[in-house]
């Protein structure tokens, strides 16, 4: 692992410039929230507008300014063509559909990749004025107070939330309706908001007990891991295996107690059943439990 390669006052060098570059271009985009003109469409379902633009040259160029050797990753720009150790991948508005319908839920992220390893994460939310933090040397921070995830060892009592990506319409994608629908019926809930970075940030601030989804982005998924690891969490793959923020595969994020009961589920294997509940605390409803009969 090259992160004994870094001090912390260099990941805190680093951290600080992101997240000044982060809460500026939010700041920014902000103004035009649920406001935005020239929407183009990357997709039948996939926008951009000119805020998603303006955040990510703000940003590039804050970095650019401090760090000119390192190499940058863009969602609307793509990837420089500089050779470096050091890699800011940056999505300016994860979250572009809400922001457009001005539904308020999407986040500003940017993290930074060492020797194939994200070593930092910095996610700021504008509506909230939210700015969570995190990097190898130090832990997951909201406002810069200290985050966890949630102590939640069970699939019964867990909230859990996802998404769909924006090939889910062409088919060159899973659609995720099979696995959306094993855990409803295992877990309290299954949230759906729009901002996968923002869904890991709430898994590390112990808002929910897991987050998984399909086809992600590096930019998708880089700033948002780290801090929920630093948090106490759990990132990988449906394997198992750690995450590779460039497979495209699905990825599983958990407060860790549940992790292995979480994907078991997600692939139908095991999951919650009445019996595991005390009678006098089931629900009288009917429930058509997920296979399996533990937790």
Same mark, same amino acid.
């Given at each position: 692992?090259?992160?004994?390669?870094?001090?912390?006052? $260099?990941? $805190?060098? =680093?951290? /600080?410039?992101?997240?000044?570059?982060?809460?500026?271009?939010?700041?920014?985009?902000?103004?035009?929230?649920?406001?935005?003109?020239?929407?183009?469409?990357?997709?039948?379902?996939?926008?951009? #507008?000119? *805020?998603?633009?303006?955040?990510?040259?703000?940003?590039?160029?804050?970095?650019?300014?401090?760090?000119?050797?390192?190499?940058?990753?863009?969602?609307? %720009?793509?990837?420089?063509?500089? #050779?470096?150790?050091?890699?800011?991948?940056? !999505?300016?508005? !994860?979250? #572009?559909?809400? =922001?457009?319908?001005?539904?308020?839920?999407? *986040?500003?992220?940017?993290?930074?990749?060492?020797?194939?390893?994200?070593v930092l994460g910095c996610v700021y939310e504008p509506l909230t004025k939210s700015l969570y933090t995190a990097h190898t040397k130090a832990s997951s921070k909201k406002n810069g107070r200290v985050i966890h995830v949630s102590r939640t060892a069970r699939l019964?009592? %867990?909230?859990?939330?996802?998404?769909?990506?924006?090939?889910?319409?062409?088919?060159?994608?899973? $659609?995720?309706?099979?696995?959306? /629908?094993?855990?409803?019926?295992?877990?309290?809930?299954?949230?759906? !908001?729009?901002?996968?970075?923002?869904?890991?940030?709430?898994?590390?601030?112990?808002?929910?007990?897991?987050?998984?989804?399909? %086809?992600?982005?590096?930019? $998708?998924?880089?700033?948002?891991?780290?801090?929920?690891?630093?948090?106490g969490g759990t990132v990988s793959g449906l394997d198992g295996k750690p995450y590779d923020i460039h497979s495209r595969k699905c990825i599983v994020a958990s407060n860790g107690r549940v992790h292995g009961k979480f994907i078991r589920a997600l692939k139908g294997? %095991?999951?919650?059943?009445?019996?595991?509940?005390?009678?006098?605390?089931?629900?009288?409803?009917?429930?058509?439990?997920?296979?399996?009969?533990?937790?």
């Amino acid at each position: 692992m090259p992160t004994h390669l870094l001090s912390s006052k $260099d990941l $805190d060098r =680093f951290l /600080n410039v992101a997240a000044r570059a982060a809460v500026r271009a939010g700041t920014a985009a902000h103004k035009r929230f649920g406001k935005a003109r020239n929407i183009k469409r990357k997709g039948a379902i996939d926008l951009v #507008t000119e *805020a998603d633009k303006a955040a990510e040259k703000l940003i590039r160029a804050a970095i650019e300014k401090k760090f000119p050797h390192h190499s940058f990753y863009g969602e609307e %720009s793509g990837r420089d063509l500089r #050779t470096s150790e050091f890699v800011w991948v940056v !999505d300016p508005i !994860d979250g #572009t559909t809400n =922001f457009v319908h001005g539904y308020p839920f999407y *986040a500003v992220s940017i993290g930074l990749v060492f020797q194939g390893e994200t070593v930092l994460g910095c996610v700021y939310e504008p509506l909230t004025k939210s700015l969570y933090t995190a990097h190898t040397k130090a832990s997951s921070k909201k406002n810069g107070r200290v985050i966890h995830v949630s102590r939640t060892a069970r699939l019964i009592d %867990s909230l859990m939330i996802t998404g769909f990506y924006y090939n889910v319409m062409d088919n060159t994608g899973y $659609d995720n309706m099979l696995e959306f /629908n094993r855990i409803v019926k295992c877990t309290q809930g299954v949230r759906r !908001d729009g901002s996968a970075v923002l869904d890991l940030c709430r898994v590390a601030e112990g808002a929910v007990e897991g987050f998984w989804e399909y %086809s992600l982005a590096p930019w $998708d998924v880089c700033a948002g891991g780290i801090i929920v690891q630093k948090a106490g969490g759990t990132v990988s793959g449906l394997d198992g295996k750690p995450y590779d923020i460039h497979s495209r595969k699905c990825i599983v994020a958990s407060n860790g107690r549940v992790h292995g009961k979480f994907i078991r589920a997600l692939k139908g294997r %095991s999951a919650w059943h009445p019996s595991s509940v005390p009678s006098g605390k089931r629900p009288s409803v009917n429930i058509i439990p997920c296979a399996g009969t533990r937790t």
